[in-house]
């Protein structure tokens, strides 16, 4: 079963609106979540590295204000996509990895459109 | 920065085997990930590699020669469900996020 909850699946907003995505270890502490994001007919782009009691390490070209992230505990850490614009409009995902050195599990994935 | 290469696209025929490659460039390194994904859905894991050598699992090996950066995810007697992405990823330093390359689309025709 997933170890990994995603929320939402999907989501619609209009443009100016803000939107938040959870992500969720199931059944174990994830210190350290990653978010990445899809767009259509590509690969993941790492978006930012999620810690807990920490903030988050963004990567270059994402705006951190238009991109909040939560890391509220060891189990939940949540992306806010503020001010949406159709732009915004992507595949969103979250992985954490159960030990330092194992594979990373995949949240379901949050599909955002922004009308 | 880092790069990782694999070909966008492949098609191949029911019952036949594929051999998908993957060459990094990166700047450390702390394994090598292949994943499945199809249209809409998240991705799945299907091998890890971290030493030189094959890993065989089911229908589905991974290869890594570490000294030439490169690797490959061989799949034996295609499937029409086997249509799908997949994706090469290299973890460079423990504990960080897995840097994907572009993708392959893999089409299986009967």
């Known amino acids: 079963g997933a170890v990994v909850s995603q929320h939402p699946s999907w989501v619609i907003c209009k443009s100016g609106t803000s939107v938040k995505i959870e992500c969720r270890s199931l059944?174990?502490?994830?210190?350290?979540m990653f978010w990445y994001r899809q767009f259509p007919k590509q690969s993941l782009m790492l978006m930012a590295t999620s810690n807990e009691g920490s903030k988050a390490t963004y990567e270059q070209g994402v705006e951190k204000d238009k991109f909040l992230i939560n890391h509220a505990s060891l189990t939940l850490s949540t992306l806010t996509v503020t001010s949406a614009h159709p732009e915004d409009s992507s595949f969103y995902i979250c992985t954490a990895p159960r030990e330092v050195n194992t594979e990373a599990f995949f949240g379901q994935g949050t599909r955002l459109t922004v009308v | 920065g880092q790069n990782i290469d694999q070909p966008t696209e492949m098609t191949a025929t029911e019952g036949a085997i594929v051999q998908i490659n993957c060459t990094y460039q990166t700047s450390g390194f702390n394994g090598l990930f292949w994943y499945q994904q199809h249209a809409g859905e998240a991705p799945t894991f299907l091998s890890y590699n971290v030493l030189d050598g094959l890993e065989e699992k089911g229908r589905f090996s991974s290869f890594l020669s570490r000294s030439k950066g490169y690797s490959y995810l061989l799949l034996k007697e295609l499937q029409m469900k086997d249509s799908a992405s997949y994706l090469c990823a290299v973890r460079v330093q423990a504990g960080t996020a897995l840097i994907f390359g572009k993708g392959t689309t893999l089409s299986v025709s009967s």
């Open positions: 059944d174990f502490q994830a210190t350290t």
